[in-house]
């Protein structure tokens, strides 16, 4: 089985390693569209298009499904595509059903691309949840995802100086859990939560756009419980820029879950 995964970078990656604990067996390619990224601050129209060749790309390799790992690729492109697709193509947005329910009380901080945050999809999915709209802080943090799609030398530093400058004003006292709404904050997952000198749950949509994936190939789910991660994955990386580096970028930050990656 063949699963096209895609993003504008690194980011999906936290969604890949989703899908494997499911699909260990499966055979991925990973496409990130380094050349265009970051999408955030784009227009709709041009990750619109970007989305789309990427798609055109996945089939031309045969893929099974085509994951979009990008919630703002989602946002931009998931109907429009969908409406002409050949094979299951799962999108991911903000986990914000999930943290209402776990959460009943108070806030919940939704960190997002610009794009997503001004999405019609991001407003439907809020008009569709009772409380949601009074309950639920979207705060769009642009130049964050180029932060951690950099992995440069100091990037954890300038991560950090960014949240306590634009994320932390809005953690105020009344937020029970911090959704991430944008598949590269998965990557600092540990210093967003501890952010607010509190411990701040955080969710992303990774597990379910992973468990919606199987559904949609037909696989069964065994159990409601996470099977664990896989010691080895095959995965093609196709990068539209700066491949080779970004390539040795991607297997360090599967190792460092302990996932060795082989390429067909
Ligand atoms: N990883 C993407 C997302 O989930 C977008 C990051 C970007 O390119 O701005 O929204």
């Known amino acids: 089985m063949r699963i096209g995964v895609f993003d504008s970078g690194i980011g999906g990656l936290s969604t890949l390693i989703a899908c494997l604990r499911y699909l ?4 991925f390619l990973f496409y990130g569209d ?3 990224s970051p999408y955030g601050d784009k227009s709709p129209e041009q990750v619109r298009q970007w989305t789309e060749a990427a ?13 979009l790992a990008c919630n703002t690729a989602t946002s931009a492109a998931v ?6 697709a050949d094979v299951p193509v799962i999108g991911i947005e903000p986990a914000i059903k999930k943290a209402l329910t776990l959460y009943p009380e108070g806030k919940i901080l939704l960190l997002a691309t610009t794009m997503t945050v001004a999405g019609a999809k991001l407003e439907q999915l809020l008009a569709q949840l009772p409380d949601a709209r009074q309950r639920v802080m979207p705060l769009a943090c642009p130049g964050l995802a180029e932060r ?3 992995q440069g030398a100091d990037w954890q530093q300038q991560v950090r100086q960014y949240l306590h400058r ?9 937020i029970q859990a911090i959704v991430l709404g944008c598949t590269h904050y998965c990557w600092i997952r540990d210093l967003s939560s501890g952010l607010a000198g509190r411990a701040i749950p955080t969710l992303d949509g990774n597990d379910g756009v992973a468990r919606q994936l199987c559904r949609r190939l037909d696989i069964p789910l065994q159990t409601d419980v996470c099977p664990e991660l896989p010691g080895a994955a095959s995965i093609d990386f196709h990068f539209t820029a700066e491949a080779a580096a970004k390539t040795q970028v991607a297997r360090q930050l599967l190792a460092a879950h302990g996932i060795r990656t082989q390429s067909s």
């Open 24 to 27: 260990p067996e499966a055979h």
């Open 34 to 36: 380094t050349a265009h």
């Open 55 to 67: 798609y055109e790309w996945f089939i031309q390799a045969e893929v099974d499904a085509v994951v």
């Open 79 to 84: 109907s429009p595509i969908r409406e002409y």
């Open 148 to 150: 951690i799609e950099s």
């Open 166 to 174: 634009q994320v932390l004003p809005a953690c105020t006292a009344d």
